[in-house]
């Protein structure tokens, strides 16, 4: 079974740091990183930020400047640094992308079981 597994969420101050990971496991090919969402309290689930598979990235005006998209190819896992955190910031983050299992040509829309960050004031 293939899922996209995160770590790196908890409970920073404001003007801190905290770097997602999300990282593929089961019998994969290779994943294509497509983006971090967020959901918080009450609100709907908005993109963070944007990887195409060429590596042009984007990103909500609200954490441009502050957070940071990348992959890595090798490892098949994907990244969110967040910098600058603030009590805004403070979500359910998921990771999304596209995997190829092993012996399968489509790939699955995939996304991580949400990491909690919470960013006090």
């Known amino acids: 079974q293939v899922q996209l597994v995160e770590s790196g969420g908890g409970l920073v101050q404001a003007g801190g740091s905290l770097r997602l990971s999300c990282a593929a496991s089961?019998?994969?090919?290779?994943?294509?990183?497509k983006g971090w969402y967020r959901q918080a309290p009450g609100k709907q689930r908005e993109l963070v930020a944007a990887i195409t598979s060429g590596g042009s990235t984007n990103y909500a005006d609200s954490v441009k400047g502050r957070f940071t998209i990348s992959r890595d190819n090798v490892k098949n896992t994907m990244y969110l640094q967040m910098n600058s955190l603030k009590p805004e910031d403070t979500a359910v983050y998921y990771c999304?992308?596209?995997?190829?299992?092993?012996?399968?040509?489509?790939?699955?829309?995939?996304w991580g079981q949400g990491t909690q960050v919470t960013v006090s004031s």
């Open positions: 089961g019998n994969i090919r290779r994943i294509n990183a």
């Open positions: 999304n992308a596209d995997v190829w299992r092993a012996g399968v040509i489509m790939p699955d829309d995939s």
